[in-house]
């Protein structure tokens, strides 16, 4: 795990951190290219209610933006979580070089996890992908996301249910 890798990474975990205060799934990315950071974004997917609005989509919009191309040879794409189909396909489109995830994505994951689409050699591109830097810290982070969200969810249905249970005794009592 060379320290560059890590170093960009923790730029991209204060990314997913910015998705975390809005109630985003936490993940974070940020294009690299030679050794400086030419964009950065984070899950926008519930803000937007946009099903594109992932981190990576978004990371390469702006560095396409930046570098007046949608070519991004030469570029490292960081990011917390492993893509997905969707986030691959447009990387390999993006002609990014290299791909630095934190953690792994046992449902959606194209990176190695369900498929590895980034180093598949039917494309015309290919993509060097290093897997697990910083695996734990991103990890945790989108563990202790969810297991928030499944205790947030299970405490609105006990208030809907309390709730309908009232509504069901008043109009009993109406009666």
Known sequence: MSERDQYW?????????????????????????????????????????????????????????AEGSWRLE????????????????????????RVVYGAPDPKAGCAGSLMNLLEDDRFNHRCEVVPDILREECGSMLSSFFKELRLRKKEQKKLRTAGEAEDRQSLLSED
């Open 9 to 65: 990474m923790t730029q991209a975990i204060e990314e997913a951190k910015k998705a975390l205060a809005l109630n985003e799934v936490p993940i974070g990315a940020i294009i690299v290219k030679e050794d400086q950071m030419i964009s950065s974004a984070y899950n926008l997917r519930e803000t937007t209610q946009n099903a594109v609005t992932h981190a990576e989509l978004l990371a390469i919009q702006k560095a396409c933006e």
């Open 74 to 97: 030469g570029a490292t794409l960081y990011v917390t979580l492993e893509p997905c189909p969707m986030c691959s396909g447009a990387i390999l489109l993006s002609r990014v070089d």
